[in-house]
């Protein structure tokens, strides 16, 4: 049994040879460090031929957090069998695992080199028509194989030991329902932005809907629930769509992943003006973000509602009326957890890198502005939403300066 | 390591000599076996100047209920821990664990003979009154210790794995949910309350709100919950209480507990006119059961508001708007569960045996439709209760005939 080592490059070359099938015994193979996500160390190790696989290797902390986010390797577990959790119940939406070994805390990947990491995509004003549909696919799919419609109780609690994931939820909490509402060092804030800032760490009635979210959040488990599904953990093209990274994974309410893909949506939707300077692509691309988040809500609701009507296991739980309440419940959940994630990606710690690329100030702050406005709303009155219009009604409009 | 064999009253004695100081060397014990519950059995051990002990040991079955829900031992070590956790936050409001022993599923517990049942008590008439507020202050303390507002992440996680207790809460999740609110061949039910019953399994609207109360009781874990805290849970005096049998405790919504004692209360409030034949008295019983309904909802409110203001560890969770906003949503949960332990009492499998004592048919019936009634209105009803004097206005009125 080999005992944990961080991987050189030349030990990700012999992990991946050892556990693929992929390049033959006499390659020459190569291999790549990128990415720095704060928590593993990621290689890409190619062959002759240009074939490539991912080794993903966690790391036994949290980089650049100092020792305030101590983790356990044990997340790479979670990680690896998440996704393979994931791609039983939606194949051709999540990344394969080709191989997973404990002590190593590393797993071999395929590579998705072909596609584009949509978070890239959105900045670069490309557009994928189906992805609304594809991602709430992926969530419907993977939320319900996960939830009380499809598991009896002792299976459902057996996944929720195999999933317990405290310090990754920790942290998620942290970023999310903490950080960004109060006064934090940690957050990353323009100097322009302190006032509506402030604002937001003194509004009580804002304050008491994060802390219910918070809530929800924790002691909520529908479902098993990605947990960092914005667009940064997604790659796409225009016909095919992976969820990667599921190291934040754990259960919890079944509208928390929507909620963040959506915020993410949203904020390239507030950003679109500021990133093109054609005003009239940049309305475009707004078009298409505003269309694609009514297509996930949209098929969200139905592909819920049918795969409970064909496949809901429990009697109990196969009354409709009460399927249509608890997608209703979901979508509220959404909406505010769409707010949180709009304004973590402002004010948070890690704030989108995409709004440090905007060189105009008057612009910055505008965009900000427009996500933490929107993001108030969807907080404050979540629990008010009833349709899609009515959410989409609270996009902002105008152009900016 | 002793192997788990069924106790006789002579290993009984043995047990509870060995495993207490109360008896002396020399002490001659005797021991008798009370008590049925289907899924233990108890003895009573005393020495010859009458001191007392009682050996409570799980059996490996449920009783009279064939093998449709086999149960494990374990059962017996979440019992006796459970205990012992309420005990640290309520420590005059629990029955106290003198011993557990996890090979042989026995426990060894403080006798209360000197109290009474409370449904023996409240079937007799006797009035306590301090009942409503010592039971606020065990589920407040109790649930406050084991939820978000004092545990972190980490900590909470790891007391959900050591009350994961898949069995006994699947058994209440089909006592309380499933079978009375289907026609299911285990329940019990007089012949002339079927059409009532048959309405109630016919009602869409219903059964969506009790859909959602029980996917609440599996997906909601708030905090610890004692799972059977009816008043055949309860031991009384006019100035003691002690909550007993923890065997279906795990983690759920905090307004569980709460439900099912007030549905209780309010079950022996349905009962009172049938079961005293002095009408005076019987009224004054009910506005007994009526007051002590009063007190519970009003000290629960109060003294849970008061421990998270002195108490709250999270400062997210520390915003006063959220406590009364949680609390508002704990009493709702509440009211949805007091029907359903309603009904359940009197049409489910393991009904109120008080009902069957009640001679005449008409005014079981009666009886018997109140329950049902008021069961049915506080589940459609439930989230729109906002007072505990809205809530008491739904008692049913009216002399039986």
Same mark, same amino acid.
């Given at each position: 049994m080999p005992q944990y080592r961080r991987f050189t490059a030349e030990d990700a070359i012999q992990f991946a040879n050892q556990h693929s099938e992929l390049f033959g015994e006499h390659s020459k193979l190569t291999a790549v460090s990128f990415g720095d996500n704060h928590m593993n160390q990621v290689f890409r190790v190619k062959n002759q031929f240009n074939t490539s696989l991912i080794v993903k290797q966690a790391l036994p902390f949290a980089r650049g957090l100092s020792d305030r986010w101590p983790l356990t390797l044990d997340r790479s577990r979670i990680e690896a069998q998440a996704l393979q959790n994931f791609a039983k119940a939606a194949p051709l939406l999540v990344v394969e695992v080709l191989?997973?070994? #404990?002590?190593?805390?590393? =797993?071999?990947l395929e590579d998705l080199d072909h596609l584009t990491?949509? &978070?890239?995509?959105?900045?670069?004003?490309?557009?994928?028509?189906?992805?609304?549909?594809?991602?709430?696919?992926?969530?419907?799919?993977?939320?319900?194989?996960?939830?009380?419609?499809?598991?009896?109780?002792?299976?459902?609690?057996?996944?929720?030991?195999?999933?317990?994931?405290?310090?990754?939820?920790?942290i998620s909490k942290d970023l999310l329902f903490n950080d960004p509402f109060s006064n934090n060092e940690r957050n990353q804030i323009d100097a322009s932005l302190y006032p509506l800032a402030q604002h937001i760490w003194l509004d009580e009635q804002?304050?008491?809907?994060?802390?219910?979210?918070?809530?929800?959040?924790?002691?909520?488990?529908?479902?098993?629930?990605?947990?960092?599904?914005? &667009?940064?953990?997604?790659?796409?093209?225009?016909?095919?769509?992976?969820? !990667?990274?599921?190291?934040?994974t754990g259960f919890g309410p079944f509208g928390l992943d929507a909620g963040l893909f959506i915020g993410s949506l949203m904020l390239h939707y507030c950003l679109a003006p500021a990133l093109q *300077?054609?005003?009239?692509?940049?309305?475009?691309?707004?078009?298409?973000?505003?269309?694609?988040?009514?297509?996930?809500?949209?098929?969200?609701? /139905?592909?819920?509602?049918?795969?409970? /009507?064909?496949?809901? /296991?429990? *009697?109990?739980?196969?009354?409709?009326?009460?399927?249509?309440q608890f997608v209703a419940d979901v979508l509220r959940d959404l909406t505010g957890y769409a707010g949180c994630e709009l304004i973590r990606q402002v004010i948070g710690t890690f704030r989108s890198? #995409?709004?440090?690329? !905007?060189?105009? *100030?008057? =612009? /910055?702050?505008q965009v900000s502005q427009h996500a933490l406005t929107l993001g108030q709303r969807l907080i404050l009155q979540h629990q008010q939403v009833s349709s899609i219009d009515q959410l989409l009604s609270w996009l902002p409009t105008g152009s900016p300066q």
């Open positions: 191989h997973y070994d #404990v002590d190593l805390a590393a =797993m071999l990491l949509l &978070s890239t995509a959105l900045t670069e004003g490309r557009q994928f028509q189906q992805l609304g549909s594809q991602l709430a696919e992926f969530i419907v799919n993977a939320g319900f194989a996960n939830s009380d419609f499809s598991l009896d109780l002792a299976a459902k609690k057996s996944k929720q030991i195999q999933f317990l994931n405290p310090e990754p939820l920790q804002l304050q008491a809907k994060v802390a219910a979210l918070a809530a929800s959040f924790r002691s909520k488990p529908q479902t098993l629930v990605h947990g960092d599904l914005n &667009s940064s953990s997604i790659f796409a093209t225009a016909d095919q769509l992976k969820v !990667i990274d599921a190291e934040f *300077p054609d005003q009239s692509k940049a309305k475009d691309q707004q078009n298409y973000l505003h269309n694609q988040i009514k297509l996930f809500w949209q098929q969200f609701q /139905r592909q819920f509602l049918q795969i409970c /009507r064909q496949q809901c /296991r429990d *009697p109990l739980f196969g009354n409709e009326l009460y399927q249509q890198p #995409v709004l440090s690329t !905007i060189k105009s *100030p008057a =612009m /910055r702050l």
